[in-house]
């Protein structure tokens, strides 16, 4: 496994004289830990994929370095670069047993046979797949293929890292939380560089120590998915992570104070200097707002319906044209249409053209 650095990245399809705001990926440098379990988010589109197949050499960047561990990887074709790569759709050979399946990659760079065996065993015990060893896999599910795919992707110790393309998109909804769970014990067992694409917030979180949020070709935060509950760097991941999403409310904000329709919400920290000329918006997660009888001290909103989900009450209010959503405490009943609204001021954070700004203590 290796440490992989990406320097001054990006990729055109366009070609190299296309604005840089058109790349699939605009310039990007980041360091991927040795050992680390790596999730990179984000929907359709803005760049997962990309961004995966530069490191595995499947694609070509227009501009910048890919290293491992410090060797220069950029012009090497995926094959030299010892890395394993799973897809979203089985890559299996039908006509041999599981165990052949697994043993392939090993077997193709002339492991020794004993080591070949013990290794095998091994993913086939920590993927289930023990009992099938001897079965053609031309008679297995299409889950279960995708377990042999997974297990061929894992069953080399010496890869730099193991890269998965959504690799759960083809398992039966009520597996996957078995094998995302089962992933993450892999990773722990195996000690290996993982990096997993997907669009799905749960699988990230389930998987990653490290999720890595991609938003229209860029990276906009890299953190542990506290990190990104907590502290969304840009109103995207605040946005995107998280259900219901984070809050975002244009504002006014001076100094320790919002406001919203004339109405002062406090801050724990001050914003003396905001960028001029910025778009300021404040964010706040539905779990910080609380809603309570009207009262003139509070910013009012009308009621739309309220959405139980079982852990928490979630009301989805309106200011204005402004929707939100807020927690309803335990035993509290909503009487009438309107309701107030109660922000914790340590949760309140401010976003200037959708960065966060951090405030002075
Ligand atoms: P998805 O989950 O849908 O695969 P993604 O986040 O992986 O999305 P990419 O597949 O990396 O995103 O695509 C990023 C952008 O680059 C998209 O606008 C896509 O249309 C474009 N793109 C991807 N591959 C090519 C290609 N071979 N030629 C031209 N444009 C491409």
């Known amino acids: 496994m290796a440490r992989i650095d990406l320097v001054d990245l990006a990729k055109s399809y366009g070609g190299n004289d296309a604005p840089v705001e058109s790349y699939a990926l605009k310039p990007l440098s980041m360091t991927w830990r ?4 790596y999730a990179l988010l ?3 589109g803005c760049g997962k994929t990309t961004l995966l197949n530069i490191i595995s050499g499947i694609v070509a960047p227009s501009r910048g370095k890919v290293l491992f561990d410090g060797a220069d990887m950029t012009v090497l074709p995926t094959q030299k670069r010892n890395i394993a790569q799973v897809f979203q759709f089985p890559v299996i050979y039908d006509t041999m047993t599981v165990g052949e399946n697994l043993a392939f990659p090993l077997k193709n760079r002339g492991v020794p046979r004993a080591q070949i065996e013990a290794r095998v065993a091994e993913i086939a015990r920590l993927l289930d797949l023990t009992p099938d060893l001897n079965r053609k896999a031309q008679r297995l599910t299409a889950d279960a ?3 042999i795919s997974l297990g061929r992707g894992l069953v080399r110790s010496d890869v730099a890292a193991v890269l998965f393309d959504e690799p759960l998109t083809v398992i039966d909804p009520h597996l996957k939380w078995e094998l995302r769970s089962k992933l993450k014990a892999l ?6 560089t993982m990096i997993y694409v997907t669009h799905d917030q749960t699988e990230a979180l389930t998987f990653a120590d490290t999720v890595v949020v991609m938003h229209d070709g860029r990276v906009v935060q890299s953190g542990t998915p506290q990190e990104l509950f907590d502290k969304p760097a ?3 991941v605040g946005y995107f992570i998280g ?3 984070m809050n975002i409310l244009p504002a006014q904000v001076d100094g320790r104070a919002a406001r919203i329709n004339g109405h002062v919400i406090a801050l724990e920290r001050s914003y003396p200097t905001l960028p001029a000329g910025a778009r300021i918006e404040i964010g706040v997660r539905p779990e910080f707002v609380t809603v309570a009888q009207p009262a003139s001290e509070l910013l009012s909103a009308q009621v739309e319906r309220v959405d139980d989900l079982g852990r928490a009450r979630f009301a989805r209010v309106r200011i204005g044209e402004q929707k939100l959503a807020a927690r309803v405490p335990n035993g509290f009943s909503i009487q009438g249409d309107m309701v107030g609204l109660v922000f914790d001021p340590a949760r309140v954070h401010v976003y200037a053209d959708s960065q966060l700004v951090e405030g002075a203590v």
């Open 34 to 37: 040795q050992g680390g379990a």
């Open 42 to 44: 984000g929907p359709s």
């Open 145 to 147: 293929k995708q377990k």
């Open 187 to 192: 990773h722990n067992a195996l000690d290996l």
């Open 234 to 236: 840009h109103t995207f």
């Open 243 to 245: 259900s219901p999403g």
